[in-house]
């Protein structure tokens, strides 16, 4: 589509306008200004349990398709290693009771991950506390000390044939156990919130034993359907201390020590005067300078906090830090050298812990979520929460990428194990690509998509909630531009890495304030991380090795204070110069990407001209172009396109959280979204139930757009079914040295397959 120009029509000098007349006009252009555009969605779901090697598999694009599972490891450089060459991961969290699927599901699970070109499975919650399934046998088994032998079995099985498909794995050892007084604990461990409970392995040993004994026969199970046991076995890249927890975090910031039961308040105060009596030598002094009339120290709640003096605020925040610190590397040394694990250890989350603790271990990791649902009530209330539906491509500098490149810790392995931008928000398909794309330019070891499947619901065709992917066609369909993007390599790392050092004195003082530690306080500025490698030097970083700047010597160009930001190998452009209309542009050699508002613009690539229409949420959406691993856009015999929009289940009902008014629903035919950016929306429903959510299958928007490439060769273009198949062959045209074609949601797909005639 060439630029519209815009002719206005004059009225002839000697024409006169009666008021009818007049009025029956402004009438007409009024209902063409207030009638909105309708769209065509079509049916379109990807098949759970696809594993034909066809255009849209991950291997047909790729020239090495190693899968060979061989133990991991970590380099001079910093980055992960199998047999002396580097690996990264690309992957899914599997959680609660998916991480238990049938016999009969499990191996077509494995081989549908490994088309998508999935390598690393994160096992998160095999204690989910919540689920009939989990590996004590649900929520109704008797305690947690014990598996139970039929989801161990399934269990097993499912890890042997994502083995068999060269697939890793990384087991999180504690993520939403909740322990229990048949376990042996006091009763008023009952009363306490499954992540409260969790923040006692900091200061009570008996829940220390019980995680050590967990950890144990967990990692020293035989699992029978690969002979190793879990320690040993190589297709295990990482085990994880703990999900998301810190002592910082959980006993200051969430404020648990006003929430402890007194027995184990006593264990705090027991441990925090132990640690004033070794620093000061005597704790009736500090009591003096505190102002306190009594025989022990007492424990800091929020509120005593802020009215204690300056060096109690100091002491108590060191306190934590070590008391974290201590516990993390004590559980190390267990699962090293107690359990023999070969596995590489994370300790927790970043965020939860700070930078200078959790690079003390074999990985560094962090979370993101863009728009995360909000529980103004209860926590996880499904009738009472609310996304804020709002795309990312407008918003650069406060991105999930600045967040999480700020977290990077140098000569560090650096991994992402969740990530996503949950349902119902209209513009979340970005993400899959957006995580890629700046993962490949930071030269991170991994990244992990949250959440894959939900047992026995593995065929929905539906967005079930907010975290799945499975399910979400374009979601998983852009899982193999990301590939490309990310693990193949087809955009570089940044040139230039930019580092400054990141001390336990600064990181304490702004723990001090409630304020998370990270690249942000020591220099950087978000538009950095999206134009070079930037990372932060903590006591357990390596000599700095090679080329490498601090953030003072980066001198920021003209076209970013003007909001375009260029990476600096020139590959990617992420341009928010006009207001509420973010573009992404990739352009590699082998992939080009459009991600944002693309609609009614042309972007010319040189030997490819892509020209977007409008779409149903205001010009919004992703184009992506592939070649194979061995040619490039001037020599290539074939291509993968990629085009959509929107994604929505049959009937979702779509409702404005503030007055519940329904605002969409999902249907073949609807009208124009755009209005509702930045809107708190909402989709009801019961755990279990179906609710505003609709039906399947999923409903897409395929991009109305005219690709234009240029060579003389002859070529044919194929609209493909849901599993890459030829079906339709969509009419090319010449015109000059270009080959024109036209894709259209009348071919019901959001991927084509283009084709030198031979």
Not at 76 to 84: A, F, S
Not at 155 to 161: C, E, L, M, S
Request: proline fraction near 5%.
């Amino acid at each position: 589509m060439r630029p519209i120009n815009l002719t206005v029509l004059k009225r002839p000098r000697n024409m006169v306008l009666t008021g009818t007349a007049l009025i029956m006009i402004i009438l007409i252009l009024s209902t063409v200004v207030m009638t909105p555009k309708e769209y065509e969605l079509f049916p379109f779901y990807l098949p759970w349990d696809d594993a034909e090697d066809t255009a849209t598999s991950v291997k047909s694009w790729v020239s090495n398709w190693n899968r060979t599972i061989e133990r991991v490891y970590i380099g001079e450089d910093g980055h992960l290693y199998v047999n002396n060459r580097r690996i990264k991961f690309f992957g899914v969290n599997i959680a609660g009771d998916a991480i238990f699927p049938r016999k009969e599901d499990a191996e077509k699970i494995a081989k549908r991950l490994a088309k998508l070109g999935v390598n690393l499975v994160r096992i998160h919650g095999l204690d989910a506390e919540w689920e009939a399934v989990n590996i004590f046998g649900g929520y109704k088994a008797k305690d947690t000390r014990h598996f139970d032998p039929e989801y161990l079995d399934r269990f097993d099985y499912f890890v042997a044939k994502l083995k068999e498909n060269g697939i890793y794995i990384s087991i999180g050892l504690l993520v939403a156990r909740k322990f229990r007084t048949a376990d042996g604990l006091p009763p008023q461990v009952e009363k306490m919130d499954r992540k409260d409970q969790h923040a006692l392995i900091f200061i009570d040993p008996q829940i220390r034993e019980l995680y050590k004994e967990f950890a144990y026969k967990l990692l020293m199970h035989r699992n029978p359907y690969t002979g190793m046991t879990y320690a040993e076995d190589p297709v295990v890249a990482f085990v994880e201390i703990v999900n998301e927890m810190g002592a910082w975090f959980w006993y200051l910031l969430t404020d648990l020590v006003s929430r402890l039961p007194s027995i184990y308040k006593e264990m705090l105060k027991e441990k925090w005067n132990e640690y004033l009596r070794a620093r000061f030598g005597s704790i009736e002094d500090v009591l003096k300078a505190w102002g306190i009339k009594d025989i022990k120290a007492p424990v800091i709640t929020s509120d005593l906090y802020w009215k204690s003096p300056q060096f109690i605020r100091e002491a108590w925040i060191d306190f934590l830090w070590h008391l974290e610190a201590e516990t993390f590397m004590e559980i190390y040394n267990f699962l090293k050298h107690e359990v023999g694990c070969k596995a590489l250890i994370v300790a927790t989350t970043c965020r939860f812990s700070p930078l200078n603790i959790v690079s003390k271990f074999d990985v560094v990791d962090a979370h993101a979520y863009w728009q995360h649902p909000k529980f103004p009530g209860t926590p996880w209330d499904p009738q009472n929460w609310y996304v804020l539906n709002e795309p990312m491509v407008n918003h650069p500098t406060e991105s999930t990428i600045v967040r999480l490149a700020s977290y990077r810790v140098y000569g560090k392995p650096f991994t992402v194990s969740e990530y996503d931008h949950p349902n119902p928000n209209m513009y979340g398909p970005e993400g899959t690509l957006i995580l890629a794309i700046y993962a490949a330019l930071q030269d991170w070891d991994g990244i992990i998509y949250f959440t894959y499947g939900e047992l026995d619901d593995w065929d929905s065709r539906r967005l079930r909630r907010y975290f799945d992917i499975d399910q979400n066609p374009v979601k998983m369909a852009l899982m193999v531009p990301a590939y490309m993007i990310y693990m193949r390599g087809d955009v570089r790392p940044a040139n230039e890495y930019i580092v400054a050092e990141l001390p336990i004195s600064i990181e304490q003082r702004l723990l001090r304030d409630f304020k998370y530690a990270d690249a942000m306080d020591v220099g950087f500025t978000p538009e950095m991380a999206l134009i070079h490698r930037i990372a932060v030097i903590t006591a357990s970083s390596p000599s700095p090795y090679g080329e490498i700047k601090g953030p003072s010597e980066v001198i920021l160009s003209q076209s970013v204070k003007m909001g375009v930001i260029e990476s600096d190998t020139g590959e990617i452009i992420w341009d928010v110069s006009k207001e509420d209309r973010g573009i992404i542009i990739v352009n590699t050699n082998r992939t080009i990407a459009l991600v944002g508002f693309i609609g009614k613009k042309s972007f010319d690539f040189g030997s490819i001209i892509i020209e977007v229409e409008d779409t149903i949420l205001d010009g919004w959406g992703i184009v992506t172009l592939i070649t194979k691993e061995d040619e490039d856009f001037n020599n290539w015999s074939r291509m993968l396109l990629i085009a959509t929009g929107y994604v929505i289940n049959k009937g979702m009902t779509i409702r404005d959280y503030e007055t519940k008014e329904v605002l969409a629903i999902g249907s073949t035919k609807m009208r124009e979204l755009g209005g509702l950016r930045g809107k708190k929306i909402t989709c009801f429903f019961q755990w279990g139930k179906i609710g505003d959510w609709g039906e399947g299958p999923t409903l897409v928007e395929g991009l109305k757009a005219t690709i234009m490439i240029r060579t003389d060769k002859e070529i044919e273009v194929w609209a493909l079914d849901n599993v890459g198949k030829r079906v339709t062959k969509v009419p090319v045209l010449t015109k000059g040295e270009y080959k024109v074609f036209e894709i259209d949601p009348k071919y019901r797909t959001i991927w084509y397959e283009i084709i030198v005639k031979e």
